[in-house]
């Protein structure tokens, strides 16, 4: 059983240049979130892909955008970096819809470390 | 902000048990206590969670005080390889939630030989 992938595992890019970073969710899962990690913090929410639209979004600006393919995977594009967006990101993957009864765990990937020079 | 609070950091030795406590004070009824541990430089590591019973499976097991208002996480016999941070996360389930994971600063549990 597949868990969730990332790719790729690390990135350097300058100031000013575009990301796009690639996630495949555990098998059997429909949701996709995204998190920032910074040095030394805990994960900060980003955004959640369910049904190829963005369900619910942290606060970050919209230099950070997303896409969800209808096999489930995810991409996460950030435009116009800055030196601030050098991060661990990381991608977890759920069951999603309406699941009172059912587990929403999120699993997490291995993630992307992005240095931006 | 994260709705728990947890000490910065705990030793242990190895081989003995690891608890690991976590205040969530303002928890709703609809939340469960979800722990994960994030060794370093990798992904955050599902281990358990539960709603107001206490819970086992073969990683850890999870006391969830009466009035739900702190739990306890035990490693029953920490190794080496439990030195991580240990975040503990309170989360709605249910209809039209998403689910969004509220991470705090966590605890760094060192195992010490």
């Known amino acids: 059983d597949a868990g969730v992938t990332q790719s790729p595992t690390h990135l350097i890019k300058t100031r000013g240049q575009q990301v796009t970073l690639r996630c495949s969710p555990k098998?059997?899962?429909?949701?996709v979130s995204w998190y920032q990690q910074a040095l030394g913090q805990g994960p900060q929410f980003i955004f959640q892909?369910?049904?190829?639209?963005?369900?619910q979004r942290g606060n970050f600006p919209d230099r950070f955008s997303g896409h969800q393919f209808p096999n489930y995977s995810s991409e996460l594009n950030v435009n116009a970096l800055l030196l601030g967006d050098s991060a661990l990101y990381l991608c977890?993957?759920?069951?999603?819809?309406?699941?009172?009864?059912?587990?929403?765990?999120?699993?997490f990937g291995p993630g992307t470390r992005l240095l931006v020079l | 902000d994260a709705k728990t609070t947890q000490p910065p950091s705990m030793d242990c030795a190895e081989g003995r048990a690891a608890n690991l406590p976590c205040n969530h004070s303002t928890i709703s009824g609809n939340e469960y206590v979800y722990w994960y541990r994030q060794i370093h430089s990798q992904g955050p590591q599902y281990i358990i969670h539960g709603l107001k019973n206490n819970e086992t499976n073969e990683m850890a097991s999870l006391i969830i005080t009466e009035d739900r208002k702190s739990s306890t996480l035990i490693l029953p016999h920490a190794t080496l390889r439990d030195t991580a941070v240990y975040y503990c996360?309170?989360?709605?389930?249910?209809?039209?939630?998403?689910?969004?994971?509220?991470f705090g600063q966590g605890t760094t549990l060192q195992v010490k030989p």
């Open positions: 098998s059997g899962h429909d949701t």
């Open positions: 977890a993957s759920s069951l999603g819809g309406n699941t009172g009864t059912l587990q929403e765990t999120q699993y």
């Open positions: 892909y369910y049904e190829e639209e963005e369900r």
């Open positions: 996360i309170v989360r709605p389930h249910g209809s039209g939630n998403t689910g969004k994971l509220i």
